[in-house]
DNA sequence: ACCTGAACACCGTTCAAGT
DNA sequence: ACCTGAACACCGTTCAAGT
């Protein structure tokens, strides 16, 4: 008897702290009920099944990016696309697991580009962008574009930060290789070069190289604008 | 009695063959085995379990980009740049259902960026552009940056490529909505600048899109070598 | 050496039954 | 109105048994 009262809200937020912690192959609809402390089948009353569930849990995730968003407005769309692309890059490194959720689940249209795939967000992106003086094909290509440059980078850091420290599947066997991982299953001598540049693959650059491209696509679109 | 004689190679493109056809998330280890003719459980004495195999389907689906590759050298980083993204491309289209494997399969190592996971393909570029006369930096920075272009683009496009034309989870009524699609569930009253630009957004510009951003980033590397 | 078939522990989802 | 519990059809994986 400690509260059930269930509903959509509370299962998203419980589904999204399971996914953040254990992953999102693991989340069973069986084990977020017990998690809920709740005899499982009684989600199926607040939600249609887990595909739909997985969905309340990417909206929940994108939810916030849109919030307090007209505050950053009254500068330049430079400065908004900055603040857009920041935003989205916290709920990346934060949300490392459940982050993937975006280009696993399926969009509600074709023409929805993820990780810029709450019709919320979008709509504002257009708007404020518009009203910034851009054309309307370029406000489309500047979507289509920054949606394409986020999902990149993005994905790539989300898999980074998300990667277990635990061992991988195969488990280790204790006589063999106490290696500090990196190259573990990989035989460096069929691969002399990537074994010489070892040292500089493995410096991480994730937040530079996203600062970089973020300004030079915004320089992209400047040049194109005066064109 | 029609040839079993499983081994390695044919379960991989028999999978492969399976997920082009029915997705990645409908393969299951009993169904791979009677679609080759086989009791199931015979997979396991050749691939470990499902994880394995869907690494075995990405090497698979990787391993023809290599390949050939050689002949495309002679000219200049640049093109040798261009053939592989043009590659990759193809293999993204081709497979579409089968693409997103790069990013929901962790790699082997964290320095690894898919999609260009591939050791052998990785160790190709980083010893070409070397070759090119490429300082060590720069090799490894264009390594990074190329991956999170292709990843960005690419998986858009299987994205895009791969959807079900078939109707999504809920089932259609018949009596209710007959539209094309695209704009299904969607409300367009609550978001007036999307239903605007509705056909500017629904404008496929993906190809023009892929090669004018790739025009881009080798620029932004010719600039970065001069400085 | 390679495949089979039964078995185990888990799934998603449905539905009648409880309160 | 909301939750439960049994049931159904599926999973991945193990293992003794067949040939």
Redesign the pocket.
């Known amino acids: 008897m400690v509260r059930?009262?269930?509903n959509r809200e509370r299962i998203a937020q419980a589904a999204l702290d399971f996914i953040d912690e254990h992953g999102s192959v693991?989340?069973?609809?069986?084990?977020l009920?017990t998690y809920l402390g709740?005899?499982?089948?009684?989600i199926?009353?607040?939600v249609?099944?887990?595909?739909a569930?997985l969905d309340c849990v990417l909206q929940r995730l994108m939810s916030g990016v849109v919030d307090g968003l007209d505050e950053a407005l009254g500068q330049s769309w430079q400065g908004y696309l900055q603040d857009i692309a920041h935003r989205i890059r916290d709920v990346a490194i934060r949300h490392p697991k459940a982050f993937p959720l975006v280009v696993t689940q399926h969009p509600a249209a074709p023409w929805i580009r993820p990780p810029i795939r709450d019709l919320d967000l979008i709509e504002h992106l257009l708007r404020t962008l518009r009203e910034y003086g851009l054309p309307d094909d370029m406000v489309v290509d500047v979507y289509q574009s920054f949606s394409s440059f986020l999902m990149g980078h993005l994905l790539l850091e989300a898999m980074h930060a998300g990667a277990d420290p635990t061992a991988p599947a195969t488990a280790i066997r204790e006589e063999e290789a106490p290696a500090p991982a990196p190259f573990g299953r990989i035989n460096l001598d069929t691969h002399p070069t990537v074994q010489e540049l070892s040292g500089l693959l493995q410096r991480n650059t994730s937040e530079e190289q996203f600062e970089i491209g973020l300004e030079a696509m915004i320089d992209r679109i400047e040049a194109n604008l005066r064109s």
Chains 1, 2 share one sequence.
């Open positions: 059930t009262h269930l693991s989340l069973s609809m069986r084990k009920g709740v005899e499982a089948m009684a199926y009353r607040h249609e099944g887990r595909e569930l």
